[in-house]
């Protein structure tokens, strides 16, 4: 009660970043996503590997795409 937390200019740079390169990294509905997974492990509808291995495919694509110098230089160009 009345504790929160106050984000750092590093913070709040990273997400102003992460949101121009790839607005999803950044959402509500990434994380709920993994957390609903995460559920889903609880309950045995699926298993630890295949969410982590889907997770990770997922950011890997995701990744990729950030590390293509051409896309690279086109996203970080403006934050210049």
């Given at each position: 009660?009345?504790?929160?937390?106050?984000?750092?200019?590093?913070?709040?740079?990273?997400?102003k970043?992460?949101?121009?390169?790839?607005?999803?990294?950044?959402?509500?509905?990434?994380?709920?996503?993994?957390?609903?997974?995460?559920?889903?492990?609880?309950?045995?509808?699926?298993?630890?590997?295949?969410?982590?291995?889907?997770?990770?495919?997922?950011?890997?694509?995701?990744?990729?795409?950030?590390?293509?110098?051409?896309?690279?230089?086109?996203?970080?160009?403006?934050?210049?």
């Amino acid at each position: 009660t009345g504790r929160y937390m106050v984000p750092t200019a590093l913070g709040i740079a990273l997400i102003k970043g992460l949101r121009h390169c790839d607005p999803s990294l950044v959402e509500p509905k990434l994380r709920a996503g993994m957390e609903a997974q995460v559920v889903q492990i609880a309950q045995g509808e699926r298993s630890k590997a295949e969410v982590l291995s889907q997770n990770l495919q997922t950011f890997a694509l995701k990744f990729a795409a950030l590390a293509d110098p051409p896309q690279f230089e086109r996203v970080m160009r403006p934050l210049s």
